[in-house]
């Protein structure tokens, strides 16, 4: 018997084995496909969870840039930055303050160009260390400079870091200690000598006392013991006024309104601006604050200061009295400040630094003593004063005085009592 013959073309069964290839490589590539969609969307993922690290870490250093910037621009020390070029590319406000400058005149100058136009060159080669030496700015501040270098976290050098410290309230305050100190050794010396000179001066005036009787038929010779007896008080009373000086009584503090104690020194002062070419002028505030303090002490401080300022303006001019109550924050005590300025002929600035001396005087006739005793009661006050002057220009005497807490809670408690008195006797 003969075997069939297939009549099945033989290019049928290759299409076939090609579709079957074709299906497997296609399953292969839809197997692939689907590995990679998800690789991809795992990488999505990563890349979106790396972005959101990406995004907060950019608003963390931006947030710390704007902290560092803020804590910059709230230094009392001047800070300038310059890049390796020597190019200044930063700066703080104090900076300008101190300099007097804005910042476009600092940014983009070459560093040392820019401190020697300051007149801030530095010839010593002690930096980085700070200068040893207060320098003086235009704006008049006393300042000392330092240079460091900043480096990277490698340690690589990236450029110029100035500071300028502001010394100029520290070099005050250390003016004040020192004349703190010289004027309690003096005073020291000053009463005990006062007191061996006051013993056998009244002696003299018994003696010529007892004379002045026994002569009171002779007027001629009288009239001499009558000088005697002048003289006598003449220096009792300058003596009296040492022993204010070097011991003032403590002051017995009150509430005194400001404007009161102004008027009664002008009428106790009276006398000299009347024989003067010069006119007063009182700036208070709107509302004058009231002032805690010994309202006799604080008349003879205000007279003197007013007495020395018609004195430094032979030629007339305008003493002006103004008073306001200041304060740096909310925080801080209060304080009053008491100004008298005048339009003199100003203080030398060689004299600034001992015109509190006992003694000392730029005047023929005086006796040097009304300064010092302005000193002597307004420390007695725990107050201070603060004199700026300006040779033919003038001089401004600041008395600053600390208001104290308690006592401003007694008067506001005094305040609220009154007022309601004054609604039980209306309601009444």
């Given at each position: ?74 230094l009392s020390t001047g800070v300038l930055v310059a890049d390796q070029q020597g190019k200044i590319h930063r ?65 690589q050098a990236v450029g110029t870091v100035i500071l300028l410290h502001d010394i100029t309230d520290l070099h ?257």
């Open positions: 018997m003969d075997q069939a013959v297939s009549t099945e073309p033989v290019g049928a069964e290759l299409l076939r084995e090609a579709f079957r290839s074709f299906g497997t490589a296609t399953a292969a590539l839809e197997q692939s496909y689907r590995a990679l969609q998800d690789k991809v969307e795992q990488l999505d993922l990563e890349l979106s969870d790396r972005n959101e690290a990406l995004r907060l870490n950019l608003l963390k250093n931006e947030a710390v840039c704007g902290e560092l910037q803020a804590i910059l621009e709230s700066c703080n406000r104090a900076t300008t303050v101190l300099l007097g400058i804005g910042p476009e005149k600092i940014l983009g100058h070459e560093l040392q160009s820019f401190l020697e136009e300051q007149g801030l060159e530095v010839h010593q080669p002690s930096w980085p260390c700070p200068t040893d030496y207060p320098l003086v700015t235009k704006t008049g501040a006393l300042i000392t400079m330092s240079r460091t270098l900043a480096h990277r976290d490698g340690g005050r305050l250390e003016e004040r200690l020192h004349r703190r100190d010289r004027l309690a050794s003096m005073g020291e010396m000053v009463g005990r000598i006062a007191h061996e000179i006051r013993n056998p001066l009244g002696s003299v005036e018994l003696f010529a006392s007892m004379l002045r009787q026994d002569l009171e038929q002779d007027p001629t010779l009288r009239s001499y013991t009558e000088h005697i007896s002048f003289a006598v008080q003449a220096m009792d009373r300058l003596l009296s006024n040492l022993l204010t000086y070097t011991r003032p009584a403590k002051p017995k503090k009150a509430w005194h309104a400001v404007d009161g104690l102004v008027s009664d020194s002008l009428t106790l002062a009276a006398h000299a601006l009347n024989r003067s070419r010069v006119t007063m002028a009182v700036d208070l505030d709107k509302a004058p604050p009231n002032l805690w303090c010994d309202g006799m002490q604080m008349r003879q401080v205000l007279v003197n200061l007013i007495l020395n300022a018609v004195e430094a303006m032979p030629d007339g001019g305008c003493v002006t009295i103004s008073a306001s109550e200041q304060r740096r924050s909310l925080q801080d005590q209060p304080v009053v400040h008491l100004a008298v300025r005048d339009t003199g002929i100003g203080i030398e600035p060689a004299h600034l630094s001992r015109m509190f001396d006992p003694f000392f005087t730029t005047r023929e006739d005086g006796t040097g003593l009304g300064l010092a005793i302005v000193h002597a009661l307004v420390e007695g006050h725990e107050g201070r004063v603060d004199v700026e002057s300006e040779l033919n220009r003038g001089t401004i005497v600041t008395i600053v005085l600390p208001q104290d807490n308690r006592a401003l809670s007694l008067q506001a408690r005094r305040r609220m009592r009154r007022a309601d008195e004054r609604q039980e006797s209306r309601t009444c």
